[in-house]
Each structure stands twice: as C-alpha cells, then as structure tokens.
C-alpha cells in the first residue's frame, strides 16, 4: 500500500516503503491574462478618453491674470521687482545697516510650531475682531507707509480704498504722498488712522493733528523709534532722492521697466501729508522732520491735545509699553520700524509674550498691536495666538501696491485672509477669541 502527499498538505511524511516522493518546488503560475482587471490590460486609447485632458487655456497677459496667479505675499513680491525701478523697490525691500533684524523678524514666524486640535466645528471661520472700540472684519490694518505714491502712482489712494473695502483700518503716514484730506475723500467710509512724527516745531505738529480730527481719523499713531534716521545703506547706494532723479542709471533701469515711469511722469508730482514740497535725500528729509529731543512729557502734551485713540508705534521692551500706557497710550504697536532703524533690534514675535503678560498682570486693557515680518496669514494667526489684539502690514501691502496698484492691494488682502481662515480652520478653531499659547510652540 503506497501514500501519496497530498498537494495541500506539503509538510507530510511518506509512510516507509512508499515510492511517491514530493516534486521539486517550481516558479509560481502568473495569472492568464483573462484574470486580470480591466484597468490593467493594455489597450489603444480612444479619441474620447483623450478629450477631457487636451483643454489648453488660451494665455493670459492681463493684470487681474497675473495677480490671480499669485497665491502667496513672496510672488507678490517677484511680480513688484519686475515691475519695479530699484530704487524705489529697494526703499521699500531693504533695512538698516545689514538688515540683520528684518531677517530674524520674518524668521521669527518660521520658527514655531503650530499645536492643532481635532474634531471641532471648523464648518465657519469668523476673523474679526473688535480693535480700539471699534469692529475689524480681519485682524489686520495697513500700516504707515512713507513716500507710497513712488512705489506705484496709486499710492496711498490704493491703500486706503482696498482698506475700506476689506473693512480694516488704514494709516497715513505723516510722510505719505498724499493729503489727510484727499485720502478722507478717497475712502470717506473708510476707518483712517494718521500717524505722526512730532517735530520741534508743535506748531506744525499741532496743525496735523487738527487735521486729521478734522477729517474724521478716529485714530493717531505717534512713532517713537525715530531720533535719527537709520542707516539705509539700499538707498545711500542707489542715491534715492524724493523725487526720483533720472540719472543715466535710472534711465537704464526704466527701459525695461516703462509702465512704472510712465505712471509716475504723467500723474501730479509727489506731495506730502506734512510738507507741499521736497527735492533731496530721504535721509535729508527724514532728518530735518525727526525730533531728538522727544521724551514722555511730550507723550502726555499729545494725550492732552488729541481727543481720540492714541496709539504709540514702536516699542521694543516691556518697560516702555507699560510707561507709555501709564502716559495715557490707548495701545502699543511692538515694532522696530520693519528693521529700518536700529539694526539687531528686539524682535516684535518674539517680545509679544512678555507684553502680553506684562499687560495682564497690570489689568490693563490697552491693545496690542504687531508689525515687522509679517508675511503670510499664518503669521498673522501666530501673533493673535500669542496675545496681539491686531497686527499691521507694511512690506506685504506694498508689494501688492507696486504688483497692481489697487488691485495689487486687493489681492494682498485676500491672499491673507485666505491664509488665516485656512490656519484657523486647521488649528481647528473658528474665532479669533479661541486662539490661545497653547497652539504655538517656539521652537528656537
């Protein structure tokens, strides 16, 4: 009697005296053809399979095309330095000295980690927020920008138009291009901040302040980093001037660039905010306007005269946030001028947190409110997470500006609200008041 091994059972032992004996292993049948799934099996493509994926767009050359493709602040960016003559984009790109402090600025944000939570409503995000007694749509204004006309023709008008679209508030510098008064016709239901360098002479620092109460600002802004003009090496090396002179080098520079010279040359020359005219350097300029010998009783002259929000722009160390709180200030702005003063000067992001607990422990309810570096809205969302009640941009609006003009700015605007209300939704909160240091951890 003989045993086979049964093909299902290879582990069995053949009985003594059998004469079947196990087959050598063999290379494993493929499967037939027939087996595989119709997704897999080779076939000549069909006209009708082609068709969906031959849909070439037709190029698009226009402004709104070009602005749309850009999707973050940075190709704002490149689109503005195309666009651009250099030294007016260099006045607005560059910083003091080495421009050590707005690379640790914009570094700043890198180097954090967002903490999410999961399984919440997300379904809705609300970004606004109440800002100096007064509601925000988006927890961003558009800071104080000087000699804003130069960068793009549209200037200030653009700011404070996309501004009031947005429902944000917008500043005017003291040195921007265009009147209080026209930029109040401009945007009449816009809420415009003007923001004041105090001068030796307060009988012209007097005469602004009353025109801009006048023209309905709700809001003054006195910057305070500003005894002396910092060392703007961009601009001493491309001989910025106000206005710009047409050397044989900015000639060179304008024939590949001519829209932005075209605009220029064809619109009212450069006003100011302070001054009817101006021919010289911008260090000149900046000079002959910044008072060295400012102190806090100067602070309390301006809580005495100006009836509105006071607000005071840039402070850089605890100290000095509650002291000027304590001189009657309404709200701090944490900034060190974008970089553009001092050089290897505090960091805003990173001075927030002790601010923000300086405030709480004084039971104050004055606002805190960040500039510098600010590139994105996950910037923006990380500053409200760590105690800012609002946040400004300067650099990122004014790339949008010389991008586009008015549409630039537009397009700044929703790229960052599209940028936090995705932060916010993937953090999983859906309010700003539900931001808390708990969902950002510094990791340098």
């Known amino acids: 009697m003989t045993h086979t091994i049964q093909p299902n059972n290879p582990e069995a032992i053949p009985a003594p005296g059998t004469t079947d004996i196990p087959a050598a292993p063999g290379p494993a049948a493929g499967p037939s053809s027939s087996a595989l799934p119709a997704a897999l099996k080779r076939r000549v493509p069909k006209y009708s399979d082609l068709a969906p994926l031959m849909q070439f767009k037709k190029p698009e050359f226009s402004k709104a095309a070009r602005l749309q493709r850009a999707s973050t602040i940075w190709e704002l960016r490149d689109i503005a330095k195309r666009r651009t003559p250099k030294a007016p984009f260099d006045y607005t790109d560059g910083a003091a000295e080495a421009e050590i402090t707005l690379r640790r600025a914009r570094q700043a944000f890198l180097d954090i980690e967002f903490r999410p939570g999961i399984l919440r409503n997300v379904s809705s995000i609300d970004l606004s927020t109440d800002i100096l ?3 925000s749509r988006l927890p961003v204004g558009i800071a104080p920008t000087g000699f804003t006309r130069m960068m793009q023709s549209e200037g200030e008008y653009a700011g404070s138009q996309a ?3 947005a429902g944000i508030p917008y500043t005017l510098s003291t040195m921007g291009t265009a009147s209080i008064e026209d930029v109040a016709q401009a945007a009449p239901n816009g809420r415009n901040w003007f923001q004041l360098y105090l001068w030796t002479d307060r009988d012209r620092s007097l005469e602004l302040i009353e025109r801009a109460a006048k023209a309905g600002n709700d809001t003054l802004m006195v910057t305070v980093d500003t005894a002396v003009a910092g060392a703007r090496l961009r601009d001493v090396r491309n001989g910025m001037t106000i206005p710009p002179a047409l050397t044989l080098k900015t000639v060179l520079d304008a024939s590949y660039r001519p829209a932005w010279w075209f605009n ?4 009212e020359p450069l006003t100011f905010a302070s001054l009817s005219r101006y021919t010289g350097t911008v260090a000149d300029l900046i000079n002959s306007m910044f008072d060295p010998t400012l102190t806090f009783g100067d602070l309390d002259w301006l809580r005495e005269t100006w009836k509105g929000k006071l607000v005071v722009k840039g402070i850089q160390t605890v100290e000095d946030a509650r002291r000027v709180v304590d001189h009657g200030a309404d709200g701090v702005v944490l900034s060190n001028h974008g970089g553009r003063q001092l050089d290897r000067a505090p960091i805003p992001f990173h001075l927030l947190p ?14 805190i409110i960040l500039d510098t570096g600010i590139m994105s809205g996950a910037d923006i969302v990380a500053a409200l997470a760590l105690g800012a009640d609002f946040t400004l941009i300067g650099r990122a609006y004014l790339y949008g500006l010389m991008a586009g003009g008015r549409a630039g700015v537009d397009r700044t605007l929703q790229i960052l609200e599209k940028d936090m209300a995705r932060t ?8 700003i008041s539900e931001l808390s240091p708990d969902h950002v951890r510094l990791t340098k």
């Not at 220029?264 to 619109?267: E, S, V």
């Not at 002790?354 to 606002?367: G, I, M, R, S």
């Not at 916010?424 to 309010?431: C, F, H, K, N, P």
């Open 424 to 431: 916010m939704a993937l953090l999983g909160v859906s309010r």
């Open 163 to 165: 501004a009031e679209a």
């Open 133 to 135: 007694g007064k509601p």
């Open 264 to 267: 220029f040359l064809t619109h």
């Open 354 to 367: 002790e601010v923000k607990q300086a405030f709480t422990a004084d039971n104050t309810d004055a606002a």
